[in-house]
């Protein structure tokens, strides 16, 4: 480990955990698509041959953000949430973001599409990140600290209800709000925010309908197997079929068009039924693992006092399990049924950059951390302050 | 970088609290993948594997092969082949915009195709195509056009032809047999079809065989009494009979006499059981068994042995036939000439009516009757066939003497062609009569009846050689280094108004080889044209060569060894391609 170590400028338990996400990925979308692709496109490989050059696009993406110092990130911070909301409402255009089941998401670029909030998420995240240092004191004292980054918040979901996205609108605000906690907002206005937040989100689900057909047939998808439960039931079936090994690598049936577009949100339910309850824990396992890695990292940072990065590991900490969570639950029938991408895993180029990016980023921050003798020095001391 | 530490002072507990909070997810989720797929909860594993199955594990009936059906020495005359019937579902295949590829492969026209669709707008299933050969349907399938799908089954197919078109018969596209012995023996043939399950997709395509959850039970294969090359032999020769005497239709039929088996049985006119488009039922009969035909002056050979059983006559009993003709009531029945006073056997070799009709009015009606009825005639042969006739023999309170007289010469019943054969078995078997056979069974069956003694039956069939001899009626009959028998018989046939006067039915009925015979042939040609209408010009030269062709293919040594026939004998067997009875004898 150590020589790894040495010869790689980079954490390696982060590194390997984020390529087998990919590896266990490119083989879930292999598997899935290829009847899709054969029938869609008269190729099986139509879209492992995409994934592929989506990942080799996206490691060329995340080796440039390694590079790029954090200081760059914390002193461009408004640029990029201009350009995330300029995204979005550039999606909105009619005309120019594309409609595909009834959500304008996506930005035609050619042969591929941009996914508008995927970048957007990214781009708050690195405002907000930003934003906590350089208000951090104003945060934890008075509540128009606190007000700023809310109004920010807001204008984005608004951007991002209009597409309709509720998944992303519930991740950013998930991580938003665990972002203000962890830097240490005051408790008092934090519990006010976050239970009015709480009540607007309920009232969006019941503002529209389609929501609360969508979260009737996530309580009971048996009732309308045939409607509105149909495609979770085909889930259901897939996780049913996989008992603890799995029907086998390619042995899928639900993938024969019973599970709509299997390679893409409910992917992980065709890796359940082809590996079964050990090969879903061993996902379950890596995310675990990477996101307790990537806490650690930002509580190294903490410790030692580079706010910034802790503030940017917490937020990707938290959009990695938000997703994660949300996608395995939402195709295991534990949560109502959300478009929204299981991280390094899914079939998807915009999801894919960025979460390699935001991957980058936590290396290069745990990177800092390494090369830093002085602080690594003054750790120790510094934690034990704080449990002082 | 913010160098002062101070400001970074953050309670930890905020941390371990979303530690804890995050570590909640992955258990959430654990747990519910868990209740999913191994404990067995409700709604869990069991309860969805079931759902899944209910959505795409469909059975499928695996088509049972139908039995083949061969000649006695095993050459196929029905076979089931596989084959692939396109079907579609309406529903699906009319949302495809562009029919051009599947109406092509089908030869015919998207438009027509659309208008077959709109037809049937409210069906599942329909038939685009029945009974491809595999290699077609393959290509089509690969088209990949939504709805439209492929079915396993076999087409009946029959190398043979129309040769034993009528006694086989034929299935129907579903493969139930529908004529001839297809519909007789269906239930032996058909078997029982099993139940596959399969997976498909959700376009109804299937992907993979699970398993057979019941074997498909094959059919039994059926082996027939005939033999192929004398089928084919027979059939050539009716065919020739047909070009030469410019008849209408005919039948040959020829019985082993010791087995009762059907040995051949040909009929014109002729269908292709193979291509079956505009067929007639004049053409699909088997005549030989379903046709009624009046047998006239072959029923002499029977009016015989009432004579002889009576112990009134003896087949050299003189009987006074001057002359030539005999009224009887207010009708004359006619000689060709006067023949004057000549003996029984006499009578038959020369088809007297007048002396048939003396000894008629001597036995009177019952005693022939009797003989007919024992021989046969009038009672069903139960081989099963389908539309087999029975004939009838005439059963009436008063007898006048015309009838008395016109029964003793073969009018006034009706008998099948096979009927008649089946009858002149018994005289060629040493007088039992065998059950008829349309299966090979290879020896004498053992619930045979004697009908008549041996000694009977000898000397019919001396009388019967007689009449293919020089005095007798059949001349034409005879077969080269062979001795044969026979009886010819003409008859008017039945009109509008009676009989009619200018259209005949010829047959003969003949026994080869006389001393040790083995078969039995009868040959009825339906309304020869032109002068050689007669049973024996028009039937027994027919016999003739169908006797020498069957003679050679069962391996009988001739009994003529005559150096003086080989001379003879050779330029008529280069004729009909035989090989050179030098050769056979030698």
Redo the contacts between chains.
């Keep these: 480990m150590i020589s790894l170590r040495e010869r790689l400028p980079m954490d390696p338990t982060l590194l390997l955990l984020g390529l087998a996400l990919m590896a266990v990925g490119l083989v879930a979308i292999s598997s899935a698509s290829v ?1 899709y692709g054969t ?1 869609h496109h008269d190729n099986g490989w139509y879209h492992t041959q995409r994934h592929l050059f989506y990942l080799v696009v996206s490691l060329a993406v995340a080796t440039g953000a390694y590079f790029v110092p954090a ?1 760059f990130w914390l002193a461009t911070g408004w640029f990029w949430l201009l350009g995330g909301v300029a995204l979005l409402v550039l999606v909105l255009l009619p005309g120019v973001g594309k409609d595909v089941n009834g959500s304008q998401r996506w930005l035609p670029l050619g042969p591929f599409t941009l996914q508008a909030s995927e970048f957007a998420k990214f781009t708050v995240l690195i405002y907000l990140a930003g934003y906590l ?1 350089r208000h ?2 104003e945060l934890r004292s008075r509540w128009q600290g606190f007000a700023k980054p809310m109004a920010v918040l807001l204008l984005v979901s608004v951007l991002l209800m209009a597409e309709p996205d509720f998944g992303a609108t519930v991740i950013l605000v998930v991580t938003a709000f ?1 972002m203000l ?4 907002v005051k408790l008092t206005s934090f519990l006010g925010v976050m239970s009015l937040s709480v009540a607007g989100l309920v009232a969006l689900v019941f503002a529209a309908p389609y929501r609360v057909a969508r979260l009737t047939a996530y309580t009971d998808p ?1 009732a309308d197997p045939y409607g509105s439960g149909f495609q979770l ?1 085909q889930s ?2 897939a ?6 090994v799995g029907v086998g690598l390619g042995n899928s ?2 993938k ?3 599970l709509p577009e299997a390679h893409t949100d409910f992917v992980f339910s065709i890796w ?1 039924e082809e590996t ?2 050990l090969g ?2 061993l996902v ?1 396992g890596l ?2 693992a990477l ?1 307790g890695r990537i ?1 650690w990292v930002a ?1 190294q940072a ?1 410790i030692v ?3 910034f990065g802790a503030n940017l590991c ?1 937020g990707v ?2 959009v990695f ?1 938000g997703q ?2 949300v996608n ?2 939402v195709s ?3 949560l109502p049924t959300k478009g929204l991408t299981l991280p390094f895993v899914s079939y998807g180029g915009s999801s894919l950059i960025v979460c390699c990016t935001m991957l980058a980023l936590v290396l290069r921050i745990e990177r800092d951390l390494c090369v830093a003798p002085s602080r690594k020095a ?1 750790a120790p001391a ?1 934690k034990k302050r ?2 002082a | 970088m913010s160098r002062a530490p101070r400001k970074t002072v953050i309670a930890p507990w905020r941390f371990y609290l979303v530690v804890i909070a995050l570590l909640a997810l992955p258990t959430l989720l654990v747990g519910r993948v868990l209740s999913l797929q191994v404990l067995d909860t409700d709604r869990g594993r069991s309860f969805l594997q079931n759902q899944g199955d209910l959505r795409s594990v469909r059975n499928a009936e695996i088509p049972a092969y139908r039995g083949v059906i061969s000649d006695r020495r095993g050459e196929p005359l029905a076979v089931s082949t596989p084959v692939i019937s396109l079907w579609t579902d309406p529903a699906i295949l009319a949302g495809v915009e562009d029919l051009s590829a599947l109406a092509g492969a089908l030869e015919t026209t998207p438009s027509a195709l659309r208008e077959r669709l709109d037809n049937y707008a409210g069906k599942r299933f329909i038939y685009l195509q029945r009974h491809l050969v595999p290699v077609a349907a393959r290509d089509i399938l690969a088209l990949r056009i939504p709805g439209v799908y492929g079915k396993r089954e076999y087409r009946r197919f029959y190398p043979a032809g129309e040769v034993v078109g009528q006694l086989v018969g034929f299935t129907n596209t579903d493969g139930a047999g529908i004529t001839g012995l297809e519909l007789a023996y269906d239930e032996w043939l058909k078997g029982v079809p099993g139940q596959k399950q399969y997976i498909k997709d959700l376009h109804g395509d299937a992907v993979r065989d699970i398993g057979v959850l019941e074997p498909a039970r094959p059919g039994k294969d059926l082996r027939l009494s005939i033999d192929l090359r004398l089928q084919y032999l027979h059939h050539q020769e009716l065919q020739r009979a047909m070009a030469l005497t410019g008849a209408s239709a005919g039948t040959i039929v020829t019985l082993d006499s010791h087995t009762g088996e059907v040995l051949a049985m040909v009929n014109h006119p002729v269908y292709n059981p193979n291509s079956r488009r505009g067929i007639t039922p004049a053409q699909t009969r088997n005549r030989a068994m379903t046709d009624m035909y009046e047998p006239g002056s072959t029923m002499k050979a029977f009016t015989l042995v009432a004579a002889l059983e009576s112990g009134r006559y003896s087949t050299e009993t003189l009987i006074d036939t001057s002359p030539g003709r005999i009224r009887v009531g207010r009708k004359v029945f006619p000689d060709p000439r006067d023949y004057g006073e000549i003996t029984v056997s006499r009578i038959i070799e020369k088809s007297s009516q007048v002396g048939v009709t003396r000894i008629a009015l001597d036995l009177g009606h019952q005693p022939i009757l009797d003989v007919f009825a024992r021989f046969g005639i009038g009672s069903m042969l139960a081989t099963g066939f389908p539309g087999e006739s029975a004939g009838l023999l005439p059963n009436r309170e008063r007898w006048s003497d015309v009838e008395k007289a016109t029964l003793a010469f073969g009018y006034g019943l009706t008998a099948t062609p096979l009927q008649l054969a089946h009858a002149y078995s018994a005289f060629a078997n040493d007088g039992i009569l065998q059950p008829v056979s349309l299966l090979a069974t290879g020896q004498p069956g053992t619930d045979g009846t004697r009908i008549i003694s041996g000694d009977l039956a000898a000397q019919v069939l001396t009388v019967l050689q007689r009449v293919t001899e020089e005095h007798g009626t059949a001349r034409k009959a005879q077969v080269p280094g062979y001795h044969v028998g026979g009886k010819t018989g003409t008859v008017h046939k039945v009109g509008p108004g009676g009989y009619q006067d200018n259209k005949y039915i010829a047959l003969f009925a003949g026994i080869a080889p006389i001393e040790d015979p083995r078969f039995v042939t009868v040959v009825i040609i339906n309304e020869p044209q032109g002068e050689a209408y007669g049973g024996g010009a028009a039937a027994a030269p027919v016999f003739s060569r169908v006797a020498q062709g069957t003679l050679r293919l069962l391996n009988v040594p001739p009994e003529v060894p005559a150096p003086a026939e080989l001379t003879v004998a050779a330029p008529a067997s280069h004729t009909s391609g035989a090989i050179p009875r030098a050769e056979v004898s030698g």
């Design positions: 009847e029938f200081q240092v951090g004191d665990g906690f962890l830097a240490g048996w039931i259901l079936i996780f049913g079929r996989g008992e603890w049936i639900q024969l068009f019973y359940a079964g309850f879903a824990m379950i995310f675990v996101i806490l509580r903490q006092g580079d706010e917490f900490a938290l399990s994660a969570f395995i639950g295991s029938g534990l003054a510094n704080a449990r």
